[in-house]
């Protein structure tokens, strides 16, 4: 299963002291993770850099791959455009509308303190 990560979840780790990939195991099990070139780009602006070096790291040490997309659109249009493709990991809540109501399945914090899956249909095995 694939996985791609919105900014907030770059750097959800290190706002919420959440082992992402401990609670990805949780839910998952096999899994590869993603972001966009764009996202990660964000990711290192938030709160004017404060978590650069941390997702920068984290990135490295996770092996988080980026993918390349040369597109103008806003990042939330084109994390929606590649729900059909990934599992969008998101805590941006009209992100979350628009994959809810395009029954598509994505990941999101709950209560601050564990991930929740919506619309995601369990792997055979």
């Known amino acids: ?17 959440l082992d992402l990939f401990s609670e990805f ?8 993770v993603y972001t ?9 602006q938030l709160q004017d850099g404060r978590y650069s070096e941390n997702v920068e790291r984290f990135m490295e040490e996770k092996d988080i791959d980026i993918v390349t997309v040369d597109s103008d ?8 455009e590649l ?16 994959l809810r109501e395009m029954n598509s399945p994505h990941i999101y914090l709950r209560g601050g303190d564990h991930l ?5 249909q369990p792997s055979a095995f």
């Open 83 to 98: 729900a059909g493709d990934y599992v969008v990991c998101t805590n941006d809540s009209e992100v979350r509308k628009e």
């Open 116 to 120: 929740e899956a919506e619309n995601l």
């Open 36 to 44: 966009l070139n764009r996202t990660y780009n964000e990711a290192l």
């Open 73 to 80: 659109e806003e990042v939330d249009d084109i994390l929606i």
């Open 25 to 32: 195991d949780r839910l998952l099990g096999a899994y590869q």
């Open 1 to 17: 299963m694939d996985l791609l990560l919105d900014a907030n979840f770059l750097v959800l780790p290190f706002q919420q002291k």
